[in-house]
């Protein structure tokens, strides 16, 4: 099948080639996004002309590394409006990031009978923290659910945070159903009991605008390779007065003041949680990815995400052997993200065979455990657009589809 360039395509090396002898249709931005040539050329050329430790030299490769570093910590911070470069905590993923939080914050202000409130949305990374969290310190783990739309329940948000709430974690976007969740109306309710909000952000930043003063985030977290950028760098956004009353994390080189034989002070906000040799070269990238992204602009990285699900879940909603999960229609508060089963078929034979027509897709319960059996599965696939995607990929994909069932035997 010939694939029609949109006007961003052509950026992205990887699809240009051929998966099984077909035009790569990716499908899998859920997990991580390919990468525009802008960012594989600063990385490169990072690599190529500037490679040295940050914060450690008065040599000139050094000093480059070193503005490159803090060029990209400004950088984030005016992506997703923090009010202070300082406020801007770079990790290895979003998943170090929530447990940074969980660890150094939730082990220090947690005390037994406390209750720490989740949904059951949420990825492993904002569950499994907050379990060890809730055992070592005698808390409660409480979960708010969803409604039959995927929404989360405002009943369970108005009554399950409470005067005992410490903690709240939720996912702004889940990477299940593809939902925007209202997390300014949940900060509220949180800061009303005197709770802070933490929230996941790993699959809202590549998709819709973010604005962490606006939702009233206390900490918000997110991994660069979902957003164009290089693997390896996250984000953790917290506020300035909590972090800078928060322990360390990880200890070693750079996060420290003074070291003597027996005490040590630690290096003032960001630098108390950046032990370490830091990923300059990934810091590079993710300039370039926000550069990227912000020339496109979200609102038109939302109009080509709710186009394709426009044209694919009608299509999807015609094959008789399609289970469709959470949300199967497109709605203004859903990004890109479509998650079905085929009758009778497991995930993964539904992927590999879709793999053999050059289809990528995510199959299993994409650490989403507790709402996959909350939706009565244990795994499903799922197909997740980005911005590079086309009407085109979407036919491939269904064509392709079509065949699984004939693939393994069924007459249908």
């Given at each position: 099948?010939?694939?029609?360039?949109?006007?961003?395509?052509?950026d992205?090396?990887i699809?240009?080639t051929?998966?099984n002898?077909?035009?790569i249709v990716?499908l899998?931005?859920?997990?991580?996004?390919?990468?525009?040539?802008?960012?594989?050329?600063a990385?490169?050329?990072?690599?190529?002309?500037?490679?040295?430790?940050?914060?450690?030299?008065?040599?000139?490769l050094?000093?480059?590394a070193?503005?490159?570093?803090?060029?990209?910590?400004?950088?984030t911070?005016?992506?997703?409006?923090?009010?202070?470069?300082?406020?801007i905590?770079?990790?290895k993923?979003?998943?170090?990031?929530l447990?940074?939080?969980?660890?150094s914050y939730?082990r220090?202000?947690?005390r037994e009978?406390?209750?720490?409130?989740?949904?059951?949305?949420?990825?492993?990374?904002?569950i499994?923290?907050?379990?060890?969290?809730?055992?070592a310190r005698?808390?409660v783990?409480k979960y708010?659910?969803i409604?039959?739309?995927?929404?989360?329940?405002?009943?369970?948000?108005a009554?399950?945070?409470?005067?005992?709430t410490?903690?709240?974690?939720?996912?702004?976007?889940?990477n299940?159903?593809?939902l925007v969740?209202?997390?300014r109306?949940?900060a509220?309710?949180a800061?009303a009991?005197g709770?802070?909000?933490?929230?996941d952000?790993?699959?809202?930043?590549?998709?819709?605008a973010v604005d962490?003063?606006a939702m009233?985030a206390?900490f918000f977290a997110?991994?660069?390779h979902?957003?164009?950028?290089?693997?390896?760098i996250?984000?953790?956004y917290g506020k300035?007065?909590?972090?800078?009353?928060?322990?360390?994390?990880l200890?070693?080189?750079?996060?420290i003041?003074?070291v003597?034989?027996?005490?040590?002070?630690y290096?003032?906000?960001?630098?108390k949680?950046?032990?370490?040799?830091?990923?300059v070269s990934?810091?590079?990238g993710?300039?370039a990815?926000i550069d990227y992204?912000?020339?496109?602009?979200f609102d038109?990285i939302?109009?080509i995400?709710?186009?394709?699900?426009?044209?694919a879940l009608?299509k999807?909603?015609?094959?008789?052997?399609?289970?469709l999960?959470?949300c199967?229609s497109a709605?203004?508060?859903?990004?890109?993200?479509i998650?079905?089963?085929?009758?009778?078929?497991?995930?993964?034979d539904?992927s590999t065979?879709?793999?053999?027509y050059?289809v990528?897709i995510?199959?299993g319960?994409?650490c989403?455990?507790?709402l996959?059996?909350?939706?009565?599965q244990?795994?499903?696939?799922?197909?997740s657009?980005?911005?590079?995607?086309t009407?085109e990929?979407v036919?491939q994909?269904i064509?392709?589809?079509?065949k699984?069932?004939?693939?393994?035997?069924y007459?249908?």
């Open positions: 099948m010939e694939r029609r360039n949109n006007e961003y395509l052509q992205f090396p699809l240009q051929k998966m002898g077909r035009p990716y899998d931005n859920g997990a991580t996004t390919q990468k525009p040539e802008a960012v594989i050329k990385v490169a050329d990072y690599c190529t002309y500037c490679n040295a430790n940050p914060h450690r030299g008065a040599y000139e050094s000093v480059k070193t503005d490159i570093y803090e060029t990209a910590r400004v950088r911070q005016q992506f997703i409006g923090a009010a202070r470069s300082e406020e905590i770079f990790t993923n979003a998943t170090e990031a447990n940074l939080v969980a660890y939730g220090a202000n947690i009978g406390d209750e720490i409130v989740i949904t059951v949305s949420e990825h492993h990374s904002n499994v923290p907050w379990q060890f969290v809730a055992k005698g808390a783990l708010i659910y409604e039959e739309d995927g929404n989360l329940s405002a009943t369970d948000i009554s399950k945070i409470t005067d005992k410490k903690i709240v974690a939720v996912t702004h976007v889940s299940v159903l593809g969740n209202d997390v109306a949940i509220d309710r800061h009991v709770a802070v909000i933490i929230v952000g790993s699959q809202s930043v590549p998709h819709i962490v003063q009233d206390d997110f991994s660069g979902k957003m164009l950028s290089p693997m390896g996250g984000v953790l300035y007065d909590i972090l800078d009353a928060m322990p360390p994390f200890f070693g080189g750079d996060m003041e003074y003597g034989e027996q005490e040590t002070t290096a003032e906000l960001p630098a949680f950046e032990a370490g040799t830091q990923n990934g810091a590079s993710l300039i990815a992204l912000e020339k496109v602009g038109r939302e109009a995400e709710h186009d394709l699900l426009a044209y009608p999807l909603r015609e094959l008789p052997f399609v289970e999960y959470g199967d709605r203004d508060n859903k990004t890109g993200i998650t079905f089963n085929v009758k009778d078929i497991h995930p993964h539904v065979i879709l793999d053999s050059g990528a995510r199959a319960h994409h989403a455990q507790p996959m059996r909350y939706l009565g244990n795994a499903t696939c799922r197909a657009f980005y911005l590079y995607n009407h990929d036919d994909f064509e392709a589809l079509k699984v069932r004939g693939v393994l035997g007459g249908d």
